[in-house]
């Protein structure tokens, strides 16, 4: 029996996998996109289907890759955050990172991905963030949860104030680097901040400078 296609949108292309598009690519398309909207809309109102629809392909091959939603957002916080973590592994077995250098890494990564950060909050911060546990269990001890000890060796060659708690210090790196990009929406109209790349640029400078002179021996 002949298909018909008169029930097609003109000038939309069906949905499937498309033409000629590597399994990769629409790996990373569907992971783009989920990264945009968790971040935009949350992750409760965001439906599999409303991913599927911006990538242009069926939802069952949105479950076919990832498995389910919950999945998917494991998936895109993995992908963002393991490189974050491996740059800190390779800083931890250096054995010289200053806080500035822990503050720029950090700047530079949440930069780069300006969905982390209202991601993060929505899904691992906040009270009934789904991705609480396992943020805890598979992220935080390789992320934030390592600097501690890096700031401890810091403190034992003589290179930061003893007087300092690592822990506590930690949590000001923290605040100072992340804050300030889940606070750009209202940062910038209501302070006059600029989060261009030299606005950025000179709120690392004021972030690297304070932590030097504050930690310093």
Do not use: W
Not at 126 to 134: A, F, R, S, T, W
Not at 145 to 169: K, V, Y
């Amino acid at each position: 029996m002949e298909t018909s296609n008169q029930n097609q949108t003109p000038g939309k292309r069906p949905r499937g996998r498309p033409a000629g598009v590597e399994t990769a690519d629409i790996r990373n398309a569907i992971l783009d996109t989920a990264e945009t909207l968790f971040a935009r809309n949350g992750y409760a109102a965001t439906s599999i289907r409303a991913i599927a629809d911006a990538v242009s392909v069926n939802p069952a091959m949105i479950h076919y890759y990832f498995g389910s939603k919950d999945a998917l957002l494991k998936q895109v916080l993995d992908r963002a955050l393991e490189p974050l973590a491996d740059a800190i592994a390779n800083m931890r077995n250096a054995g010289q990172a200053p806080a500035s250098e822990i503050a720029r890494l950090l700047l530079n990564t949440l930069s780069q991905r300006p969905n982390l950060p209202p991601l993060i909050v929505r899904e691992v911060m906040l009270p009934g963030g789904v991705m609480q546990k396992h943020f805890l269990a598979y992220l935080a001890p390789r992320l934030g949860g390592a600097f501690p000890a890096i700031l401890q060796t810091e403190q034992e060659e003589g290179r930061m104030s003893m007087g300092l708690d690592t822990h506590i210090a930690t949590l000001n790196i923290l605040s100072l680097c992340v804050f300030p990009l889940i606070a750009r929406e209202m940062a910038g109209p209501a302070l006059n901040i600029s989060y261009d790349e030299a606005g950025l640029n000179k709120l690392e400078q004021h972030i690297t400078r304070l932590l030097d002179e504050g930690f310093a021996t």
